[in-house]
């Protein structure tokens, strides 16, 4: 047999508590529309402002971005590995949006030969191709990506120090 619920002596019972009902208030008809009115218009203006504001930031991080891409160079190194064998290393190109994997295996592809993506000493990321083709894929990039300039694209010979015979 179930036990009734106790009753306290105030008449409400104890497993559920007073909900406060909501208030009605009634405001006058202009006072309503003098009200909104004001706010949307604040609220337009500030809407305004602020994308004004961030139309600008956004046009200033695009110059900035586009600058950054006119100004990053290109470079293409001849390193000579043993006595008679060169490696080319091209540095640079991840500044204009390019995915050095995709270039690497493009590289490789069009000149036959080995091509990969290594690090370098200072952290950033360069493509290794085998073989002396530094004339060759000067002429490839300045063909292939019209939007890098060709003034951006330098080629420096480089040759490996000797190991100290002690």
């Known amino acids: 047999m179930a036990e009734a619920p ?7 019972t104890a497993t559920a508590p007073a909900v406060p009902q909501a208030r009605k208030v009634v405001y ?9 009115s004001t ?3 604040d609220a337009q203006k500030r809407a305004a402002k602020d994308a004004s504001k961030k139309a ?29 064998k060169y490696v080319t290393a091209i540095s640079g190109l991840e500044a ?7 270039v690497a295996k493009d590289f ?6 080995g091509s990969s993506v290594t690090k370098t000493a200072s952290g950033s990321d360069e493509i290794v ?6 004339d ?11 939007d890098i300039p060709e003034e951006n694209v330098d080629c420096i010979e480089d040759k490996k120090k000797k190991a100290p015979t002690a």
Request: aromatic share 6%.
């Open 129 to 134: 191709v085998q073989g002396d083709l530094s």
């Open 56 to 84: 600008a930031k956004a046009e200033a991080a695009e110059a900035r971005e586009l600058e950054k891409k006119m100004s990053a160079k290109v470079l293409i190194k001849r390193v000579e590995r043993n006595k008679r």
């Open 28 to 36: 006058c008809g202009e006072a309503v529309t003098s009200a909104l």
């Open 96 to 102: 204009h949006g390019l995915d050095l994997k995709k």
């Open 39 to 41: 706010l949307s218009v």
């Open 6 to 12: 106790t009753v306290p002596e105030g008449g409400a």
């Open 136 to 146: 060759e894929i000067y002429d490839w990039i300045t063909e292939t990506y019209q």
């Open 108 to 113: 490789g592809k069009r000149f036959a030969t």
